[in-house]
C-alpha cells in the first residue's frame, strides 16, 4: 500500500509536471505527500572574495530561496485539490550534493516522483531521478515533461524480461497493478524467448495470485530491444509504464543500460522503475 509519497520539486515552472501528478496520486491513494525543493548553493571559485562577489553570493542565494518557494507554492495549489495531508521543504544543498541527498530521503517514502528532463543536455534533475532510482532502495516513478495529466493507473503496460530488477519492479508496483482495469505483461523475443515466454507464464500465475488479470504479450524485438518497447508504448497508449531500471554509478557519475536510457528520453506516459 501507499501510504507516503515524496517529490522533487522543478524549480523552473516550465519544467513542473510532478506537482500536479504527484498531489493527484497521494489522493487517490489517500497519500501523505512530502515536495522537495532544492535551493542550490552558488557556484564560485576558490579565491578571495571582494564585495561584488559577496553580493553575487547574496542575490543567488536570494533567487534560489526564491524559486524554491515558488515550487513549494505550485504543490500546495495543486494539493488543495485532494484534500490530502502534505509538507513542503526548502533545503540549501550543493548541485553535487543534492542527488545523493534526495536519494536519501527517498528512503524514507514508499515511492518517489521525479520529472524528466526536457533538454538534450544533462542537468542535476537527471542525476536527481537517476540517484533516487539507484541509490534510494524504494520504486521511483518519472514523469514525462510532455505529460500533463493527473494520475490514473487504468491501462499498464510492463516489461518483463525475466531479471530481478523487472521482478522488483513488479513487487513494487502491485498497488497500482491492483487498480488497474487493464494490464499487459510483455516479452520481447531475442536470444532468450523460450526464457521469457515460460517466465511470462509464470509471472502471469504469480500476479493472478495477487489479483491481477494480466495478460501476456510477446513481441519481436529485432535488433532494437528499445525502439521495440517504445512502439509497444506508442500503440497500447498506457498510463503506467513498469519496468526494471538497469545502470550502476561510478565516481558519482551514472551510466544507464540502453533500454533504460531510451525510454527515459523518449517515454511519452510515466514510468515506475526500480533498481
Not at 484534500?83 to 526548502?90: A, F, L
Not at 536519501?104 to 528532463?117: L, P, S, T
Not at 521511483?140 to 490514473?152: E, L, M, R, T
Not at 495478460?215 to 508504448?233: E, R
Amino acid at each position: 500500500m501507499i501510504k507516503d509519497i515524496v517529490t522533487n520539486l522543478p524549480l523552473r515552472v516550465e519544467h513542473d509536471r510532478t506537482s500536479r501528478y504527484a498531489a493527484s496520486m497521494a489522493g487517490f491513494f489517500n497519500a501523505q505527500l512530502t515536495g522537495i525543493a532544492f535551493m542550490y548553493e552558488p557556484v564560485v571559485a576558490c579565491v578571495e572574495l571582494g564585495a561584488g562577489e559577496a553580493r553575487f553570493i547574496e542575490e543567488q542565494g536570494a533567487e534560489a530561496k526564491k524559486s524554491a518557494q515558488a515550487a513549494v507554492d505550485r504543490l500546495a495549489f495543486e494539493v488543495k485539490r485532494e484534500n490530502v495531508s502534505w509538507t513542503g521543504h526548502q533545503i540549501r544543498v550543493s548541485i553535487a550534493d543534492a542527488p545523493r541527498h534526495f536519494a536519501e530521503i527517498v528512503r524514507g517514502f514508499d515511492i518517489g516522483v521525479v520529472a524528466q528532463n526536457q533538454s538534450a543536455i544533462s542537468s542535476v534533475d537527471d542525476l536527481i531521478a537517476e540517484a533516487a532510482l539507484f541509490d534510494s532502495g524504494r520504486p521511483v516513478i518519472i514523469v514525462p515533461y510532455i505529460h500533463g495529466a493527473a494520475f490514473k493507473t487504468d491501462r499498464v503496460v510492463i516489461f518483463w524480461d525475466g531479471g530481478a530488477p523487472a521482478t522488483r519492479a513488479i513487487n513494487d508496483a502491485l498497488p497500482f497493478l491492483n487498480r488497474a482495469r487493464s494490464v499487459d505483461l510483455v516479452s520481447i523475443a531475442g536470444e532468450s524467448v523460450l526464457r521469457h515466454e515460460l517466465n511470462g507464464a509464470k509471472m502471469v500465475e504469480h500476479l493472478a495470485h495477487h489479483g491481477v488479470a494480466a495478460s501476456a504479450k510477446h513481441i519481436q524485438g529485432g535488433s532494437d530491444i528499445a525502439a521495440a518497447m517504445l512502439n509497444y508504448v506508442s500503440d497500447a497508449g498506457p498510463d503506467l509504464i513498469v519496468m526494471g531500471g538497469y545502470g550502476h554509478s561510478r565516481l558519482r557519475e551514472f551510466i544507464l543500460g540502453g533500454a533504460t536510457r531510451s525510454i527515459l528520453q523518449s517515454m511519452t506516459a510515466p514510468v515506475l522503475m526500480s533498481h
